[in-house]
């Protein structure tokens, strides 16, 4: 006995209306009848005559009045022509030919179809893949340009680093598929042109591009999963009543070491040391802590008790060396291979020759 039911891997985009066309009509040949289209798949039942089907981008999706009148009227005209809205899914309505009728596609022209039907669903199909690029872009421009973060910071941790990375991989995925899209609008606009029949995508990547969803879903859970893992990620002990902390923390990129104490009596002292392995990382962290000292809206958002000051080199026996002071505040930026060593403070003597026999000692453990 024939298998009577048949559920098969189903998912298309918009602009792979003519994929799930050129798929329907197949099934229909063999004799199966689309009878449900779910999430990824559609459900198809055996049928001597199957009913024919009819895919096109859903138009008037907004929830205005104008376009819920518009989109009632259309499903309208399309029922008296002999067509039922079986599904609306992914972008796409999927018709069906009414039982015992055998109805004209709904478009057999294809400028038509071009002007009233993919023109505007390709563009708004654009906007729907970069938008999220969009925003990250000028999310990201614009608060490097308003507050100057310290990016490389990144790199101090791993999680962060793992969440970077799929958030590139995601905007990569998008713009990949924007690409196509565009792609796809100039060849189908090229072709009715021509006087061409509209081009059908592969089926293989039109099923890539389908599952697209599934694949944000998935990036979703796992940046949900790195930001509830990033939650007390490095080591941080108050001391002394939370008058002064350390906080340690290690990545693959670099280990990084932070001392601050906040005292009226012993003086405040601010220590950030970063072991990097790589050189420019190390660069980059170096730069950054110079740009830092001339930066006002930086010095006090970083809570630097001090207004910006000009930094002098110095020889110290380090690779390189840098000195400030404003105020009683006095500071040393030190290079040293990969390692970046950043002190400031007041009521201490940075540049005498204990204090910096023990800052030697000190980055020799690690080196």
Request: glycine residues 8%.
């Amino acid at each position: 006995m024939r298998k009577q039911k048949s559920i098969r891997w189903f998912r298309y985009t918009v602009e792979d209306a003519k994929a799930a066309q050129a798929e329907l009509d197949e099934q229909a040949e063999r004799g199966w009848e689309l009878e449900e289209v779910g999430l990824f798949t559609a459900t198809f039942r055996r049928a001597e005559r199957p009913r024919r089907c009819w895919v096109e981008p859903a138009r008037w999706k907004s929830e205005r009045k104008k376009d819920w009148d518009a989109r009632s009227d259309y499903l309208t005209l399309c029922g008296e022509a002999g067509w039922e809205l079986l599904e609306e899914d992914g972008g796409l309505f999927y018709f069906r030919a009414k039982e015992g009728t055998d109805p004209a596609p709904l478009q057999t022209d294809e400028d038509v179809e071009w002007a009233d039907v993919w023109k505007k669903a390709l563009a708004d199909q654009v906007w729907s893949l970069s938008y999220l690029a969009v925003y990250w872009s000028i999310w990201t421009v614009g608060g490097y340009i308003r507050e100057h973060p310290r990016m490389w910071e990144l790199f101090l941790s791993n999680i962060s680093m793992a969440m970077a990375t799929l958030v590139l991989l995601w905007l990569g995925m998008d713009l990949f598929f924007v690409v196509r899209v565009l792609r796809y609008r100039a060849k189908c606009r090229q072709v009715v042109a021509e006087g061409e029949p509209f081009p059908v995508p592969r089926r293989w990547g039109a099923r890539l591009r389908g599952i697209r969803p599934l694949i944000e879903g998935v990036l979703i859970a796992v940046l949900v999963l790195c930001l509830l893992l990033s939650v007390g990620e490095g080591q941080t002990n108050y001391i002394d009543g939370y008058s002064a902390y350390t906080r340690e923390q290690n990545s693959i990129a670099a280990a990084s070491f932070e001392y601050c104490r906040y005292d009226q009596e012993e003086g405040d002292l601010w220590v950030e040391r970063m072991d990097c392995r790589v050189g420019w990382l190390a660069e980059w962290i170096c730069e950054d802590f110079r740009a830092a000292e001339g930066d006002e809206k930086r010095l006090q958002r970083e809570f630097h008790r001090h207004r910006p000051t000009a930094l002098r080199a110095v020889e110290l026996g380090f690779d390189r060396a840098w000195s400030y002071s404003s105020g009683e505040y006095e500071g040393l930026i030190l290079r040293n291979g990969n390692q970046v060593l950043r002190i400031e403070g007041n009521q201490i003597g940075l540049t005498g020759a204990k204090t910096l026999a023990d800052i030697r000692a000190w980055l020799a453990e690690g080196a």
